[in-house]
């Protein structure tokens, strides 16, 4: 690697590093997702309002995981009671609206806390709903002082209460005066809206009875744990019969505990996240840094080995244990008269005067032991040898190249 990757390495994991510490110290913001999910502590949580609510009647307390059109469809399997529902939207289609409905006019209650409850549903029970928008010159848009309070005069010593944060402000801005009873308001700190607005009202749908609070921050955490404002949340179930069955609704929930993404746990956990950052990184530097072609090693060839021994030895090998032995002192004989051939540039098929003494003269040999050789030679070939045949042969031929190997010194 040259010096100017080393330094521009360097330099971008100090940046990193230094993004790093930056995020670390950084102040967790606070996070006002609109979850309304029991297991979540965030300000618009519900675990404080759940956990409260359960333990005060654990017994006829509930829990609906699956959509109400299946869950109200098992007629066996549900009690008279009250469904409830909490959250930021609310929307049944016409089907779940209907089984719904049927359901509540059995004589049962449906209570809705949401700040959309779906056009068709809103029809159905003669209402609609209408966001406060103050209208100011100057264009800096925020919502003034808000506090809830309930009509009923027996709660009146406990109220109003004060809205802490900035929530939605959603009222009834129509209802059926016939039908509808209204429970609670919300007053604005605003010249042009001087009367409290309705955001809790009851309808009556056959024998049952429809609840509808239009402002479900009420029922968060960061709403219920603020001044004596649990007490509104109080004042509010005593609308419900705490006798029936209650049955929370874990479907219509924008936080419920249903990852959306392979990431989302990963995405969810700080450390997790960076490391995940971090993974990515080191990857894109191995293969900016790392990833050339580097030049292949060359391998070792080792030569092809010399095993015209081992073939020889395995052929004599086979011939004696097929018990060919006038073929194998054949090709003994046939090998060395080769020998001669080629080393020492004699024909032993033409043996004149001279041959003996100069093949004794360029092996070292007597002259008597290569005639000896070359006459023991004849005789075998001209009969069917046996081993003992072969076994002259051989002795004489190994001798003979013995011989010769000492003459020129490859034997010491």
């Known amino acids: 690697m040259s010096k100017f990757y080393k330094i521009s390495l360097g330099v971008f994991i100090f940046l990193i590093a230094f993004l790093t510490y930056l995020e670390a110290i950084e102040p967790t913001p606070i996070n006002w997702y609109p979850s309304y999910a029991k297991q979540d502590k965030i300000p618009l949580g519900t675990y ?14 509930k829990e609906i995981n699956i959509p109400p059109f299946e869950y109200l469809s098992d007629s066996t399997g549900i009690e008279n009671g009250t469904y409830f529902f909490l959250n930021n939207y609310v929307s049944f289609d016409e089907d779940e609206l209907n089984k719904l409905l049927n359901w509540v006019e059995k004589g049962n209650t449906a209570f809705i806390a949401s700040d959309v409850f779906g056009e068709h549903f809103l029809d159905t029970l003669n209402l609609d709903t209408k966001p406060y928008n103050k209208k100011i010159e100057d264009e800096i848009s925020f919502i003034p002082k808000t506090e809830l309070d309930l009509v009923n005069p027996n709660f009146s010593e ?20 016939l039908k509808t009873t209204i429970l609670g308001t919300v007053k604005y700190d605003d010249d042009t809206i001087t009367e409290p607005q309705i955001n809790f009202i009851e309808t009556e749908f056959g024998e049952g009875k429809i609840v509808l609070h239009s402002t479900p921050e009420a029922f968060g955490n960061y709403f219920i744990l603020k001044n004596n404002n649990f007490k509104y949340a109080e004042n509010v179930l005593a609308y419900i019969d705490r006798n029936q ?14 990852p959306t993404s392979l990431l989302y746990i990963i995405m969810q956990n700080k450390p997790l996240k960076w490391a995940y950052y971090l993974m990515i990184i080191a990857s894109l530097l191995f293969i900016i840094f790392e990833g050339k072609r580097k030049q292949r090693a060359i391998p070792v060839v080792k030569p092809l080995k010399n095993q015209s021994y081992e073939y020889t ?41 001279e041959f003996y003494p100069i093949l004794a003269d360029k092996t070292g040999n007597s002259i ?22 072969y076994e002259t042969i051989s002795k004489g031929i190994h001798k003979f190249k013995y011989a010769n190997a000492r003459k020129t010194k490859n034997i010491v």
């Open 48 to 61: 404080v309002f759940y956990e409260n609510w359960k333990a005060s009647n654990p017994d006829n307390f």
């Open 158 to 177: 406990d109220g109003p209460f004060e809205v802490p944060h900035e929530f939605s402000s959603i009222y009834f801005s129509k209802i059926d005066t």
């Open 245 to 258: 069955p209650i049955y929370w609704d874990n479907y219509y929930k924008t936080g419920k505990a249903q």
């Open 313 to 353: 030895q395995t052929i004599a090998d086979l011939y004696l244990e097929k018990k060919q032995v006038d073929e194998l002192t054949k090709k003994r004989i046939q090998h060395f008269k080769e020998y001669i051939r080629t080393e020492m540039k004699l024909d032993p098929d033409k043996k004149g005067d």
């Open 368 to 389: 008597d032991f290569i005639k000896e050789l070359f006459e023991n030679i004849e005789a075998v070939e001209r009969k069917k040898a046996t081993a003992q045949d």
